[in-house]
């Protein structure tokens, strides 16, 4: 018996969209929400976006005023061949699996779902697999994985499968290596790269080798973390002072793209003006044309963590490390406005109350506005942290 495959309109992806930029629930959430798969709301995401910007391009009344005929013309003449390639795309071979399998057009008027498969070189198979959510003890492992990565952040899967083996889990280096990857874990031994780059972004050069940095806004640095919540996770950046510590701007998303890192980005730079140098580590989020061409235009010159670099990670690992066993491990929140209300007071916490060590006992605040103390036991006077918090 032929089975159709379920249409959507309009106006239901683009209320997933919305939903998904919201960032309140997490795909798996979403998913189960409206019954569809996860990757069709994160391309229902990442169409919204681009869509937005189109929309205030004057590009629609340029394609208006062409007429059908020339259309008609233009598709003779230039075939199915170059149809097929611009479905392709320039980064085809650089985009993962999942990525592709978004592409698939299943009311494309020209090409069949078999060979759009074929073209995007992945199986038909894959492209109906509608794989199952993650289950509450993946999750529980999860959390698991994630509090040994904070004690252990040396641990690579092989490690980590034996830690866990021997604290009573049933689990293989495989799995734990998937988890891991799913949760944005690199273990910090050397290595050729610290995270995974994108194959066609530009790496640019490590500039702090032997750098003095010891004034606030000389060098900026960003990473994203695994946040992990009662029914799923979402992904937390921040923008950090090197000098200082202080966190200067933060993002949280339900997607591992380069929109919530720009936006983090872009918030710092309007409320503190901008740095001589930004560093990052090499993953794709900040590799990515629309992370950088904020930071060229800025005039912001662009470092990023190479071989034997893994300590420049090391600042904000302890902000993580901080945040989720002061936070995130003792509220398991249920939603994201949950989780966001919950980071905004634990980081304006760090801010402006919580003495650093590494700062001589002053406050991240207190350190990046250059406020010179007298000795109070390595905590700020009371009306002055109030000061501070205000």
């Given at each position: 018996m032929k089975t159709t495959r379920k249409r959507y309109s309009a106006d239901f992806k683009a209320k997933v969209a919305?939903?998904?930029?919201?960032?309140?629930?997490?795909?798996?959430?979403?998913?189960?929400?409206?019954?569809?798969?996860?990757?069709?709301?994160?391309?229902?995401?990442?169409?919204?976006?681009?869509?937005?910007?189109?929309?205030?391009?004057?590009?629609?009344?340029?394609?208006?005023?062409?007429?059908?005929?020339?259309?008609?013309?233009?598709?003779?003449?230039?075939?199915?061949?170059?149809?097929?390639?611009?479905?392709?795309?320039?980064?085809?071979?650089?985009?993962?699996?999942?990525?592709?399998?978004?592409?698939?057009?299943?009311?494309?008027?020209?090409?069949?779902?078999?060979?759009?498969?074929?073209?995007?070189?992945?199986?038909?198979?894959?492209?109906?697999?509608?794989?199952?959510?993650?289950?509450?003890?993946?999750?529980?492992?999860?959390?698991?994985?994630?509090?040994?990565?904070?004690?252990?952040?040396?641990?690579?899967?092989r490690q980590m499968a034996r830690h866990l083996r021997r604290a009573g889990h049933e689990v293989g280096r495989r799995r734990v290596r998937r988890l891991m990857a799913k949760m944005g874990l690199t273990p910090i031994y050397q290595r050729p790269r610290t995270s995974d780059p994108h194959p066609q972004h530009r790496i640019y050069p490590y500039l702090l080798r032997q750098l003095a940095i010891e004034r606030p806004n000389h060098v900026w640095c960003a990473d994203v973390t695994y946040i992990p919540m009662r029914r799923g996770f979402l992904y937390l950046v921040a923008i950090m002072d090197w000098a200082t510590r202080k966190v200067l701007a933060w993002r949280l998303s339900n997607t591992m793209d380069a929109g919530f890192c720009v936006a983090a980005l872009e918030e710092a730079l309007a409320r503190f003006g901008k740095p001589e140098i930004f560093n990052t580590d090499q993953g794709s989020q900040f590799t990515s044309r629309a992370f950088t061409t904020v930071l060229r235009e800025a005039e912001v010159r662009i470092s990023m963590d190479g071989r034997g670099r893994w300590m420049d990670n090391v600042f904000i690992e302890r902000l993580w490390r901080s945040l989720k066993y002061e936070c995130v491990y003792l509220h398991v929140f249920e939603t994201g406005s949950e989780l966001r209300a919950g980071l905004g007071r634990w980081i304006t916490y760090y801010n402006t109350q919580r003495p650093h060590s590494g700062l001589a006992g002053r406050t991240p605040v207190e350190a990046y506005r250059r406020i010179r103390q007298s000795d109070h036991g390595g905590h700020a006077p009371h009306d002055l942290m109030i000061k501070q918090a205000a």
């Open positions: 919305l939903e998904a930029i919201r960032g309140d629930l997490t795909l798996a959430e979403l998913a189960a929400k409206h019954g569809v798969h996860h990757t069709m709301i994160a391309s229902c995401k990442r169409q919204a976006i681009d869509g937005m910007a189109g929309t205030f391009s004057g590009a629609g009344d340029v394609a208006k005023a062409v007429s059908e005929s020339e259309v008609e013309k233009l598709h003779a003449k230039i075939g199915q061949l170059v149809v097929e390639r611009d479905f392709l795309g320039e980064s085809l071979r650089s985009m993962s699996v999942d990525r592709r399998r978004a592409m698939v057009e299943a009311a494309h008027q020209r090409l069949s779902i078999s060979a759009q498969c074929r073209l995007l070189r992945i199986s038909r198979s894959s492209y109906y697999y509608a794989p199952v959510p993650e289950t509450d003890e993946t999750l529980a492992l999860m959390t698991v994985i994630d509090e040994t990565f904070m004690e252990c952040p040396w641990y690579g899967s």
